[in-house]
């Protein structure tokens, strides 16, 4: 096997061998051929030249032998610049600079009115803290108001959503119990005048020395333990819910009643009712709940890692997304001074204003927070472009080159965004326009 391979290798060898002097032959007659055909043309031209124009054949001939060497090769030049011209050699547009790495654009004229350069700084960044929250009642003006008496509820006078003002009638209760506290007032009420007309006829018969000195003591101290008693249980009928008037006519009339009123005791809307008709209640009961809505809080809870930068009276604001993300500015009223264990947040609250009544109890809510200005390194928004889940500003190179890297940064505030990592200060960048650096980038990439 070998020696038919070896055999077949000498064959092409000499078909090679061949083929190359044919090749160097022919190319060797054609190139004396063209030579030839040119030098027939020449003369034929210069005899024709020579026919009418005589002075500028004769100068020819005088001119040096370099000089008609270069017109013989003339033709070939411009052929060869011809074909170079064909195949986009001489690029009559403006130069591009070539660029390999795929992060560096390269930015013409247009684009340069586009962007703009400036240098990552030193500044103080006021960090926008954003916390969810929800919208609560303002518990300064906000009641729950329970029965005074352990009683049966007999009538109900008031539903939610019901306005009311302070001293109105929302339910009546029967009690027993009320009942109990009016007769033992009665008896107070009459044991007290038994020790005071006893008290005095004592001082009558000590002055006509009647009794002696400490039976009279005995009647006085019986009359102010009665007066003791009266006035506990007159105090005990304020505390069940009777005002002084109606105490004074039942002083005097001496009829009981066993109606318990409830009243609201601040004026506002009905927001919540927990009893109905016939019910048993206690006093430690809630039974309505009256609230002002006209002013209510914000209610937010911040992670204990952000709460030293919130203080009482920063700037704040509110966005309710059930008013279209509606946007209400304000002030922090309150920031807790205790952290939630279970949570390790710390409770921010905002007063709102509510006279529309558009804002509703139980909506959820974002607060916008403004912390103190920290020093800090920050870049313009303008300069940041997001791509593949990351961050990247366009650092300058030279006047038309920029690179695009990877940077790590904060939450905006105000405009700009802290710098984490991947920038240094006085670096320069495109502090805007990174969104059309980036697209021009993608473009030179694609080749487009």
């Not at 929800?134 to 539903?159: K, M, Q």
């Not at 695009?404 to 405009?415: D, F, I, N, Y």
Request: glycine share 6%.
């Amino acid at each position: 096997m070998k020696p038919e391979i070896a055999g077949f290798v000498r064959k092409l060898r000499v078909w090679k061998a061949y083929i190359v002097r044919k090749t160097r032959l022919y190319s060797k007659e054609w190139l004396c051929q063209v030579i030839q055909t040119q030098n027939d043309w020449y003369q034929m031209a210069h005899d024709w030249v020579a026919s009418r124009a005589p002075a500028v054949t004769s100068r020819y001939d005088g001119s040096p032998r370099w000089f008609k060497t270069g017109l013989f090769y003339l033709p070939w030049l411009c052929a060869f610049i011809i074909m170079l011209n064909y195949f986009n050699v001489f690029d009559r547009s403006p130069a591009i600079k070539s660029v390999q790495d795929p992060n560096v654009v390269v930015v013409n004229d247009d684009l340069h009115k586009m962007i703009a350069d400036g240098k990552v700084q030193i500044a103080p960044f006021i960090e926008e803290l954003r916390a969810s929250g929800r919208i609560d009642f303002n518990e300064l003006f906000l009641s729950r108001i329970g029965a005074n008496v352990t009683g049966r509820v007999s009538e109900i006078l008031a539903v939610p959503g019901q306005m009311v003002k302070q001293g109105d009638v929302l339910a009546k209760i029967t009690s027993t119990e009320l009942t109990q506290s009016q007769l033992a007032y009665l008896k107070a009420k009459s044991a007290s005048q038994l020790a005071d007309q006893a008290a005095n006829r004592a001082k009558i018969l000590f002055k006509e020395d009647v009794i002696a000195l400490a039976e009279l003591q005995k009647r006085d101290a019986e009359s102010s333990s009665a007066r003791a008693e009266y006035r506990a249980a007159n105090d005990q009928l304020r505390v069940q819910g009777m005002d002084q008037a109606s105490i004074d006519r039942l002083a005097k009339s001496g009829v009981i009643e066993s109606i318990n009123n409830v009243i609201a005791t601040i004026p506002g809307e009905i927001v919540e009712r927990k009893i109905n008709k016939g019910q048993v209640v206690q006093p430690a009961d809630a039974l309505f709940t009256v609230a002002d809505l006209n002013s209510l809080w914000a209610i937010s809870e911040v992670p204990e890692s952000n709460a030293y930068l919130i203080r009482k009276g920063q700037k704040a604001s509110l966005v309710i997304p059930a008013l279209r993300n509606q946007e209400i500015e304000g002030t922090v009223a309150h920031v807790d001074s205790i952290v939630n264990p279970q949570t390790r947040t710390v409770v921010v609250r905002m007063e709102l204003p509510n006279k529309e009544g558009q804002i509703k109890p139980g909506m959820l809510a974002t607060m916008l927070i403004e912390s103190q200005p920290i020093e800090k390194l920050v870049v313009p928004v303008g300069a940041v472009v997001r791509e593949d889940n990351h961050d990247h500003v366009f650092v300058r190179l030279d006047d038309d080159l920029y690179r695009m890297v990877p940077v790590k940064l904060g939450p905006e505030g105000r405009g700009y965004r802290p710098v984490i990592s991947g920038l240094r200060d006085g670096q320069e960048i495109a502090t805007e326009g990174a969104y059309h650096l980036n697209t021009e980038r993608k473009r030179q990439l694609s080749g487009g």
